[in-house]
Structure formats: structure tokens, C-alpha cells
């Protein structure tokens, strides 16, 4: 079992930046690859970005490419998204996602954290 739990979200306001954190304990967490979903509300959860296992390759969705920065330290068993230049199309509950698989679907990822709220306020 993989324990996530998130942290950073709150209210911003559109244009700003907030810093997601997502501490893992349980099983090895380099051994997982490391993935951020957002739901928001009426929609369904979507992929936001993942990054692999080293740390050294990443994917985002588009909506967020440049925008956003996932990253991980896996001494501190912690995934980290940075937000900038937040929208208010970003506002969604964030979900951070463990797998043994490198994907993009929900079905992919084996664990779960229970989300922190984003609210980006124009």
C-alpha cells in the first residue's frame, strides 16, 4: 500500500502561483511513477502531468504545458506541482496518483490521495 496525502492548495487569484505537495509513505516510492489529476466540478478527472520514476522525464496536458511543473524528490518520498500563471479554468479539486505504469488514464495509477482544493478567482 502507498499512503499520498496533498497539501498547497487554497484561493488564488487568476495570474498567480500556488505550490502543490504530495508526501508518499508506505511501500518505495521511487519505485512508482508519479501523476497529478484535477476535477472539476460537473467534469470529469483529468490528467494534469506526470513525471517517471528518476525524476527525469515529464508529460503535461496541454491546457497546463508551460504553465505548470511537476516534480519529485524521492529522498523525501514528495511530488511537487508548481503552478504559475494560474487561470480560472484551473480551479479543481488536485489529485496526486501513484502507478507502476507510465499513463495518462485514471486506471492507470494504483493510489491515490483524497485532493486539495485549487481556487483561482478572476
Known amino acids: 500500500q502507498v499512503q499520498l496525502v496533498e497539501s498547497g492548495g487554497g484561493l488564488v487569484q487568476a495570474g498567480g502561483s500556488l505550490s502543490l505537495s504530495c508526501a508518499a509513505s508506505?511501500?518505495?516510492?521511487?519505485?512508482?511513477?508519479m501523476g497529478w489529476f484535477r476535477q472539476a466540478p460537473g467534469k470529469e478527472r483529468e490528467f494534469v502531468a506526470r513525471?517517471?520514476?528518476?525524476?527525469?522525464?515529464?508529460t503535461y496536458a496541454d491546457s497546463v504545458k508551460g504553465r505548470f511543473t511537476i516534480s519529485r524528490d524521492n529522498a523525501k518520498n514528495t511530488v511537487f506541482l508548481q503552478m504559475n500563471s494560474l487561470k480560472p479554468e484551473d480551479t479543481a479539486v488536485y489529485y496526486c496518483?501513484?502507478?507502476?505504469?507510465?499513463?495518462?488514464?485514471?486506471?492507470?495509477?494504483?493510489?491515490w490521495g483524497q485532493g486539495t482544493q485549487v481556487t483561482v478567482s478572476s
Open positions: 496518483a501513484a502507478g507502476l505504469r507510465w499513463g495518462v488514464r485514471e486506471n492507470e495509477y494504483e493510489y
Open positions: 508506505g511501500r518505495t516510492f521511487s519505485d512508482y511513477f
Open positions: 513525471i517517471a520514476r528518476s525524476g527525469l522525464t515529464t
